[in-house]
């Protein structure tokens, strides 16, 4: 079957767009180019959702010695200027030396690392992601790096995956306490580096579209408390000794209407995710007084165009931290975890 015909077929079953590398691993087994991909026809199946961390564990069982010796790493592994390196996040940065898309990898573990980046995000943002790597980094792979934390044959593992505007891990549930494996990023600058109002093509722009209809739905009183006059410095989303020390308007002084919406915001925040992460996510939130327990701030010193369309923004809680930062372009920084005790390493 030629390309052209693969994308025949995949249109007649409503699918938009799939680059011919592109495969699920499940259960060890490759799906062929030259066949439809299962995750193209379930959304959330339950191959989907195992499917990053078995996924893992053939890549890792591909590796050569000389592979290993490169991205195979301890599981509590100290970087002589990065720390615990498996816990680090950045905007911009490669956990190890290889990129995806040189010779370090074989064509087919190539494809095994797309598999396993597929199975972690909702399939619904598989293109969207695409659209963001293409403008950040030229495309999938290029640029980008993993690295594989302890054993997946054993009790405890993580793969990370670090690009521009990436930082992303699949754990199998080895991290105690957190949702994600970890702290994660993500970001997007599509419309150059200053992007302007409305970051117009930026694909995680409508997240701050949502909370800004929040907060045209809060009055006078409650716009003062959610305006924070200044941005705190953006990878500083440790969590707080004190929730007293946490800025903006307490959840607390929303309405029935007000609370109802900010809910579609956390959904619209978690929605690029696989179904297991973003329950982990609620679970995290719930031990820790969920919603109600959180604040939301505004900032008014990075407002692009003097709009009023806050570009920064952040919801927060004992151990709950999600910072869009839209200026320049957007940035958004993620820590979450079910015990404020959790230390960052950024």
């Given amino acids: ?169 699949c754990d199998g549930n080895s991290s105690d306490h957190v949702a994600f494996g970890g702290p994660i990023f993500y970001g997007h600058a599509a419309d150059g580096f200053h992007e302007g109002p409305m970051h117009p093509g930026n694909v995680f722009w409508p997240q701050a579209v949502m909370a800004n209809k929040l907060y045209e739905m809060l009055d006078g009183k409650q716009r003062e408390l959610a305006l924070v006059k200044k941005s705190p410095i953006e990878k500083r989303v440790g969590f707080r000794a004190a929730k007293s020390e946490i800025p903006g308007i307490p959840v607390t002084e929303f309405g029935p209407d007000q609370k109802e919406h900010l809910q579609k915001v956390m959904q619209k925040l978690i929605e690029p995710y696989r179904q297991t992460d973003r329950d982990e996510v609620v679970a995290c939130l719930k031990a820790q007084g969920g919603l109600d327990a959180c604040r939301l701030s505004f900032y008014q010193d990075a407002d692009i165009g003097n709009d009023q369309v806050w570009d920064n923004w952040r919801l927060e809680g004992p151990s709950f931290v999600w910072f869009f930062r839209g200026s320049p372009h957007v940035h958004v920084w993620v820590n979450v975890a079910d015990d404020p005790s959790v230390k960052l390493n950024s």
């Avoid at 991909?37 to 339950?46: G, I, L, N, R, Y």
């Avoid at 999938?140 to 405890?156: L, R, V």
């Fill in 1 to 169: 079957m030629s390309e052209n015909d693969v994308a025949s077929e995949l249109r007649r079953h409503g699918i938009k767009r799939v680059d011919r590398r592109r495969f699920l691993q499940t259960s060890g087994a490759v799906v062929a180019a030259s066949s439809i991909p299962v995750w193209a026809q379930a959304k959330e199946s339950t191959s989907q959702v195992s499917s990053a961390e078995s996924g893992v564990k053939s890549l890792h069982e591909s590796l050569n010695e000389q592979q290993r010796a490169k991205i195979c790493l301890p599981w509590d592994y100290m970087h002589p200027k990065r720390g615990l390196l498996r816990t680090r996040v950045e905007n911009n940065w490669n956990i190890t030396d290889e990129t995806i898309n040189g010779d370090f990898f074989t064509a087919d573990q190539q494809d095994m690392i797309r598999g396993i980046f597929e199975s972690i995000i909702n399939p619904d943002w598989h293109e969207r992601l695409d659209k963001q790597m293409e403008d950040d980094m030229g495309g999938w792979g290029e640029g980008q790096a993993i690295a594989i934390f302890g054993d997946p044959d054993g009790e405890k593992f993580e793969f990370v995956l670090t690009g521009r505007h990436m930082t992303l891990r």
